[in-house]
């Protein structure tokens, strides 16, 4: 799973390099062709680890226009 990778990142050094890589995904999963996984977080009881999994990419992020992003698609998935 991809939560049980997230929760493997604290046992990692976090680089630029990193970081870099994890806004990359971040705006990859803003792309079009996610669609599907973003419309899978309007039922977050039933994809709890895809909303955690996004919590956890989240608290990794520095501010950025990535942070920004995913914070607020995680906004309107709390809200539900």
Do not use: W
């Amino acid at each position: 799973h991809a939560y049980t990778l997230v929760c493997s990142f604290d046992e990692m050094q976090v680089t630029v390099n990193f970081l870099t890589q994890i806004d990359k995904l971040v705006q990859l999963l803003e792309s079009p062709i996610f669609a599907h996984v973003r419309l899978q977080l309007l039922e977050p009881t039933q994809n709890p680890y895809l909303v955690k999994t996004l919590f956890g990419i989240l608290m990794l992020l520095p501010q950025s226009s990535a942070y920004d992003l995913l914070k607020n698609r995680l906004k309107s998935v709390s809200t539900l």
